[in-house]
Nanobody
Framework: QVQLIESGGGLVQPGGSLRLSCTAS????????MGWYRQRPGRQRELVAM???????NYADSVEGRFTISRDNAKTTVWLQMNSLQPDDTDVYYCSAATPWGEAYWGQGTQVTVSW
């Protein structure tokens, strides 16, 4: 069974940086995309960033210019470099991946807290 294992969350001060990592394991043929979502009570679930199998990237307007998504050559690991973090970035961040045939997988979530 496919698993997505996340790491890299934590507590940082405003203006600081974090690097989230998500690694897929199990029987994997291919992913159409891998990406990061975030959600907390009172907010809509938001697609933060995603990268397709062809290497195309998309970002939420709220993180454009501050966050960067990348992946390894095997397309089984995806990172989210988060710079210039602000308190409003505080959320649980979930890694997600989708196959060309419509299956979706989710990581366990990693907490990002931006605070003094």
């Amino acid at each position: 069974q496919v698993q997505l294992i996340e790491s890299g969350g934590g507590l940082v001060q405003p203006g600081g940086s974090l690097r989230l990592s998500c690694t897929a394991s199990g029987t994997i043929f291919s992913f159409s995309y891998m990406g990061w979502y975030r959600q907390r009570p009172g907010r809509q679930r938001e697609l933060v960033a995603m990268i397709t199998s062809r290497g195309n990237t998309n970002y939420a307007d709220s993180v454009e210019g501050r966050f960067t998504i990348s992946r390894d050559n095997a397309k089984t690991t995806v990172w989210l470099q988060m710079n210039s973090l602000q308190p409003d970035d505080t959320d649980v961040y979930y890694c997600s991946a989708a196959t060309p045939w419509g299956e979706a997988y989710w990581g366990q979530g990693t907490q990002v807290t931006v605070s003094w």
